[in-house]
Structure formats: structure tokens, C-alpha cells
């Protein structure tokens, strides 16, 4: 199983540039849609300043976009771009290749 991540982790840093936490912000917004960067801390186990870094990153990358919530502005609703749908699709299927090897 470590091999196995650790190739597909080449590959969308080959591909996207993406380093491991942004993968999973990534995935879980592909995954699910819409959610904040809480509750995909609290899906991923990953520590808030990881996920704050990762969201920026793949924002600055155009993957995804931050829409304040209207009644609570603390709150951040993240969301994949076409782009970020993209990458995740490709990644999607450059996983299932490799896993049917």
C-alpha cells in the first residue's frame, strides 16, 4: 500500500505540481462538493494550518475558489473550480489505471 501512494503521489506532482495535503483537500472537495476547510480536517485528520496552506495553494493554482458564509463571515465554503473538477477527474482515472495493473 506504501508503494502504491507513494507512486500516485509522483504522479500528481508530476502532473499538477500537488504535494500530499493538497491532494486530499483535492480529493475530499471531488469526493463531496462544497465543504469548509474544517470539515475537511476533521474527514482527512489534518491539522488546520496544513489545510490553510493546501487551500491556498490550489487557490493560487485556480483549483478551487472561498466564498464567505453569509451569516457567519469566519466561515470559508470551498469548492473546485472547472480546473480543480479536472484535475481531480484526471487524477481520478490516472489512480484507477494504476491500480489495475
Do not use: P
Amino acid at each position: 500500500a506504501e508503494a502504491s501512494s507513494l507512486e500516485f503521489q509522483q504522479i500528481y506532482k508530476d502532473r499538477y505540481g500537488m504535494l500530499r495535503n493538497e491532494w486530499r483537500v483535492l480529493f475530499h472537495l471531488g469526493m463531496l462538493g462544497q465543504m469548509t476547510a474544517s470539515a475537511i480536517g476533521a474527514r482527512a485528520a489534518l491539522h488546520k494550518t496544513k489545510i490553510s496552506r493546501a487551500v491556498a495553494k490550489l487557490e493560487a493554482r485556480r483549483f478551487l475558489t472561498r466564498n464567505r458564509d453569509q451569516h457567519d463571515r469566519r466561515i470559508e465554503h470551498l469548492c473546485l473550480t472547472g480546473a480543480g473538477r479536472a484535475a481531480y477527474n484526471d487524477c481520478v482515472r490516472l489512480h484507477s489505471i494504476m491500480i489495475t495493473r
